[in-house]
Structure formats: structure tokens, C-alpha cells
T-cell receptor, first 114, second 112 residues
């Protein structure tokens, strides 16, 4: 199994809603990542979990809250988002976070904030 | 100056052409170099990964790194319409938990 699975594929939410994005991998990878990608832009790193501990937070606003319940799962909790947060949210994993970060990406969750 | 510069295109070529995609970078500490392909509305997928300078070939794809000029290239031979996608170069330093730095991506269209 060489996949990173993200759900939901599409999400529309209002600015007062609370929702979550989910990510799962069964490759035994010990590093997991959240990226945000706007149209025609490269992915921007948001968070890195290494061995289930948050190792990098790229100064992301607190309305985004990551969680890593176990080595296979990664969540991104969303609350009080703004329309400018509308983007493709990509989850990725790698064997670990040392050496080359050869990332396997999921297909993404496309988020629209109204 | 961005750490990794990449021409956004779009680049349009006929089927069968040789495609050359390029990036330049500014940080001499970068040691790992990757090329990702991203189809519309999909996540990026790793195409090639090289460490330090040199060439690496995989089927129709060749990745080339010249650290002396801080220049990385991806060549696609016998391009196919299925190669139409955005190609992102990415670089990384050698330190533990060093982050990937992506180029802006080049959009490639291979026409029949």
C-alpha cells in the first residue's frame, strides 16, 4: 500500500463552522505533513509531525489545529476560517524527517470557505 | 530573491518533442533535489530524486543537477499528451528535518 488517503475530497464551510480534514497512510512512515496550496502556486508547508510529535509549525494561525492520534493518522481541525483560507490542503508522509524528505502526497482536500 | 526560481510557463510542445524544464536555486546548502509532477486537481507525485550533482535517468525522464551553477533540469524524451501537468522542482538541505523548498512549478501542455 503506497497511498496517502485524504477525506473529504471537497469541503464547503462557513466562517463559523468547525470541521476536520483527515489523512491516513499505511506505509509505516513516521513523518506526516500538512501543506496548503493555492491555485497556480507551489505547496506551502504548514505542519510537520515526526514520530507523532509536532516538530514544525510554520507560524500557522490558531484557527488551524493539527492532531496526530497515531503513526498512521493525521487530522487538521478547522475553526473560524476566513475566505482566504480556501485552498487545496495536502497531506504527505515520508519515511522519517531526516535525510531526504521524499514525500508521498495525498490527492488533497479542496476547501471552500464562504 | 526566491530560494528556488522556476519559469511558470505555460510551455506547449507537440507530441514526441524533447522537453527541458529548469530551476535555479540560491542556497548552496541544498543537497537533495526532486521533481514532482502534479496533474490538475491532484496531489504532487514524486518523479525523480537525486542527491548532489550528476544525472539520473528513469525511462523517458532524466534529472540533471549542476551544483556549481545551482541549476537543476528535468528532460522528458518522446513527450506524450499524458505528460501534460505542472512540474515542480524541490530542493532540501542536508540537516535533520530540513524542509523542502518548492519552485513555483512549470505548466506543460503536450499537444497531439
Amino acid at each position: 500500500d503506497t497511498e496517502v488517503t485524504q477525506t473529504p475530497k471537497h469541503l464547503v464551510m462557513g466562517m463559523t463552522n468547525k470541521k476536520s480534514l483527515k489523512c491516513e497512510q499505511h506505509m509505516g512512515h513516521r513523518a506526516m505533513y500538512w501543506y496548503k496550496q493555492k491555485a497556480k502556486k507551489p505547496p506551502e508547508l504548514m505542519f510537520v509531525y515526526s514520530y507523532e510529535k509536532l516538530s514544525i509549525n510554520e507560524s500557522v494561525p490558531s484557527r488551524f489545529s493539527p492532531e496526530c492520534p497515531n503513526s498512521s493518522l493525521l487530522n487538521l481541525h478547522l475553526h473560524a476560517l476566513q475566505p482566504e483560507d480556501s485552498a487545496l490542503y495536502l497531506c504527505a508522509s515520508s519515511r522519517d524527517s531526516s535525510g531526504a524528505n521524499v514525500l508521498t502526497f495525498g490527492a488533497g482536500s479542496r476547501l471552500t470557505v464562504l | 530573491q526566491k530560494e528556488v526560481e522556476q519559469d511558470p510557463g505555460p510551455l506547449s510542445v507537440p507530441e514526441g518533442a524533447i522537453v527541458s524544464l529548469n530551476c535555479t536555486y540560491s542556497n548552496s546548502a541544498f543537497q537533495y533535489f526532486m521533481w514532482y509532477r502534479q496533474y490538475s486537481r491532484k496531489g504532487p507525485e514524486l518523479l525523480m530524486y537525486t542527491y548532489s550533482s550528476g544525472n539520473k535517468e528513469d525511462g523517458r525522464f532524466t534529472a540533471q543537477v549542476d551544483k556549481s551553477s545551482k541549476y537543476i533540469s528535468l528532460f522528458i524524451r518522446d513527450s506524450q499528451p499524458s505528460d501534460s501537468a505542472t512540474y515542480l522542482c524541490a530542493t532540501q538541505g542536508a540537516g535533520t528535518a530540513s524542509k523542502l523548498t518548492f519552485g513555483t512549478g512549470t505548466r506543460l501542455q503536450v499537444t497531439l
